[in-house]
């Protein structure tokens, strides 16, 4: 592949003279163009929905119904920096790791 691309270069310092840097140039224009394309189709709304499940999490207290991301529907009894404690039935109380809720429901 390397190869390839010393092949299509040209003589070095011969006939190609300044084009070769213009010819270089436009060789890098589709790299950036689909970098830039990744960026708002990918990067950028991922990074977005994490903001969004980090301020979630920072905002959960006593009382809030949540479902976690194993589908467990369930009412917070306490909350502390990693661990929340969720009641998933009457006198029935787990933990859970505060990153795995993914969702407070409105009720």
Do not use: C, W
Not at 16 to 31: C, D, N, R, T
Not at 61 to 81: C, E, F, L, Q, Y
């Amino acid at each position: 592949m390397l190869g390839v691309a010393f092949a299509m270069g040209g003589a070095p310092g011969g006939s190609a003279g300044s084009a070769g840097g213009m010819a270089a140039f436009q060789q890098v224009i589709p790299l950036i163009f689909m970098f830039a394309i990744f960026y708002f189709l990918l990067i950028r709304p991922q990074q977005k929905k994490a903001k969004e499940h980090k301020a979630l999490l920072e905002a959960i207290k006593k009382g809030d119904n949540v479902i976690t991301a194993g589908g467990v529907h369930g009412k917070v009894n306490s909350v502390d920096d990693s661990i929340v404690t969720l009641e998933i039935a009457t006198g029935v109380n787990i933990k859970i790791t505060k990153s795995y809720i993914a969702a407070v429901k409105k009720d």
